[in-house]
C-alpha cells in the first residue's frame, strides 16, 4: 500500500460515524470488543449496545463517532437469542460454567417442557441472577458472587413474548430454545425458572444472541473481518448509520429553511411542518436533502417539535 492510500485509508477511518455491528466471539466481555475495535479504528468514541456476557456470542452493536451519543437512547427493541440447556443438575452461576450445587435424577421428556412453557411467557417477574452486572446499594452481584456473599434480590418484570423448543434429546436431557423477549431479560434465569418448575434444574449451556436493535446476525461482523476491511480501506461496509436504530420512530422531512432553523436550535411549530400526527411522542427528523439530523420530541399542547439530540456533522 502506497503512503497516499495508507494516508486516504487512516482518514476513512478517522471519520467513521455510525454503527458497526460485531458478531462478538465467545470468552470476551462487551468491554473486550469495544477495547478491541478502538485498537481497530484508532478512536476512542466507541460504545456498545447491549451487554453479552463473555460465554454468549451474536449480535453487538458497536457504536462509533457522533453515533455513541445514540448509546443512551436506544429504543427500548425485543431482542432474540438461541440457547441451549441442559436439565437435571443447578449451578451457583446458572449455566454450565459455574459450580454444581444440585442433581436431580429426574428424566425429563419433551411434552414435559412443550406443557410448562407457556408459564414463562408474557410479562413475568425474574429475580437476576447473583453473578450479574446488576447493581444493588451500589455494589455489583457478581462481585459479591465472587466472595461468596449472597444477598435478596428484588424481582423484576420482563416480557417475554415467545419461546419455541427447537429440539430436545431425552437422553442427555439437553436440547435448544429461541427466546423473543424484552430488554433486561436473564436467559439463564429463565432456564433455571423452567428447570424448578419441571423439578429437575437447569442449565445454560450456550447462547447467541441473534437479533438486537433492528439487527439480526446476517448484519454482523467478526472482528477478523472488521479487521480485514479496515487494513484494505474498506471499512465502510461494515458501518451502517445512526438512524437505523430508530427505524420504529415516526420520519420528519422539513424544508430547506426549516432545516436550517432546527439545526439551529429553534424549536418548529408542529403545524407548520405537515401531517404529524398526535401518536408518537418522538421522531426522527431529516433535512431537505435527505440528511438524518437527529431524534425529536413533540409537545402537542405547545405544538412544538424540539430537538433531543442530533448527530449531523457541523
Do not use: W
Not at 432546527?262 to 431529516?286: A, C, M, Q
Amino acid at each position: 500500500m502506497s503512503e497516499i492510500s495508507k494516508i486516504n485509508n487512516i482518514n476513512k477511518i478517522n471519520n467513521i460515524n455510525g454503527i458497526i455491528c460485531v458478531n462478538k466471539p465467545e470468552n470476551f466481555t462487551s468491554f473486550d470488543v469495544v477495547a478491541k475495535m478502538r485498537g481497530i479504528l484508532k478512536t476512542r468514541r466507541i460504545g456498545h449496545g447491549g451487554t453479552l456476557d463473555p460465554m454468549a456470542t451474536g449480535v453487538l452493536p458497536v457504536f462509533v463517532g457522533t453515533a455513541t451519543k445514540a448509546c443512551d437512547m436506544i429504543p427500548d427493541t425485543s431482542k432474540a437469542y438461541r440457547a441451549g440447556f441442559r436439565l437435571g443438575i443447578s449451578t451457583d452461576t446458572l449455566d454450565i460454567t459455574g459450580k454444581i450445587t444440585a442433581e436431580y435424577s429426574k428424566t425429563v421428556t419433551k411434552e414435559n417442557i412443550l406443557d410448562v412453557i407457556p408459564n414463562f411467557t408474557g410479562c413475568i417477574e425474574q429475580v437476576p441472577p447473583m453473578y450479574s452486572a446488576v447493581k444493588i446499594n451500589g455494589q455489583k452481584l457478581c462481585n459479591l458472587a465472587r466472595k461468596g456473599v449472597e444477598i435478596e434480590r428484588p424481582a423484576r418484570k420482563v416480557n417475554i413474548d415467545s419461546i419455541k423448543l427447537e429440539s430436545f434429546d431425552e437422553n442427555s436431557q439437553s436440547g435448544v430454545i429461541s427466546v423473543i423477549c424484552s430488554k433486561g431479560t436473564y436467559i439463564r434465569s429463565l432456564i433455571d425458572d423452567i428447570g424448578k418448575n419441571l423439578g429437575c434444574g437447569g442449565v445454560m449451556t450456550s447462547l447467541v444472541r441473534t437479533c438486537s436493535g433492528g439487527f439480526t446476525l446476517e448484519d454482523c461482523f467478526t472482528l477478523e473481518e472488521i479487521q480485514s476491511l479496515a487494513d484494505s480501506g474498506k471499512i465502510e461496509n461494515a458501518v451502517c448509520g445512526v438512524e437505523s436504530v430508530f427505524n420504529m420512530l415516526p420520519k420528519i422531512v422539513l424544508d430547506e429553511t426549516k432545516t436550517r432553523l432546527y439545526k439551529n436550535g429553534v424549536k418548529l411549530n408542529l403545524s407548520n411542518i405537515g401531517d404529524v400526527g398526535t401518536e408518537f411522542p418522538r421522531y426522527t427528523v431529516y433535512g431537505y436533502d435527505g440528511e438524518f439530523i437527529g431524534v425529536a420530541s413533540a409537545d402537542f399542547e405547545k405544538s412544538e417539535l424540539r430537538v433531543v439530540k442530533n448527530f449531523y456533522l457541523r
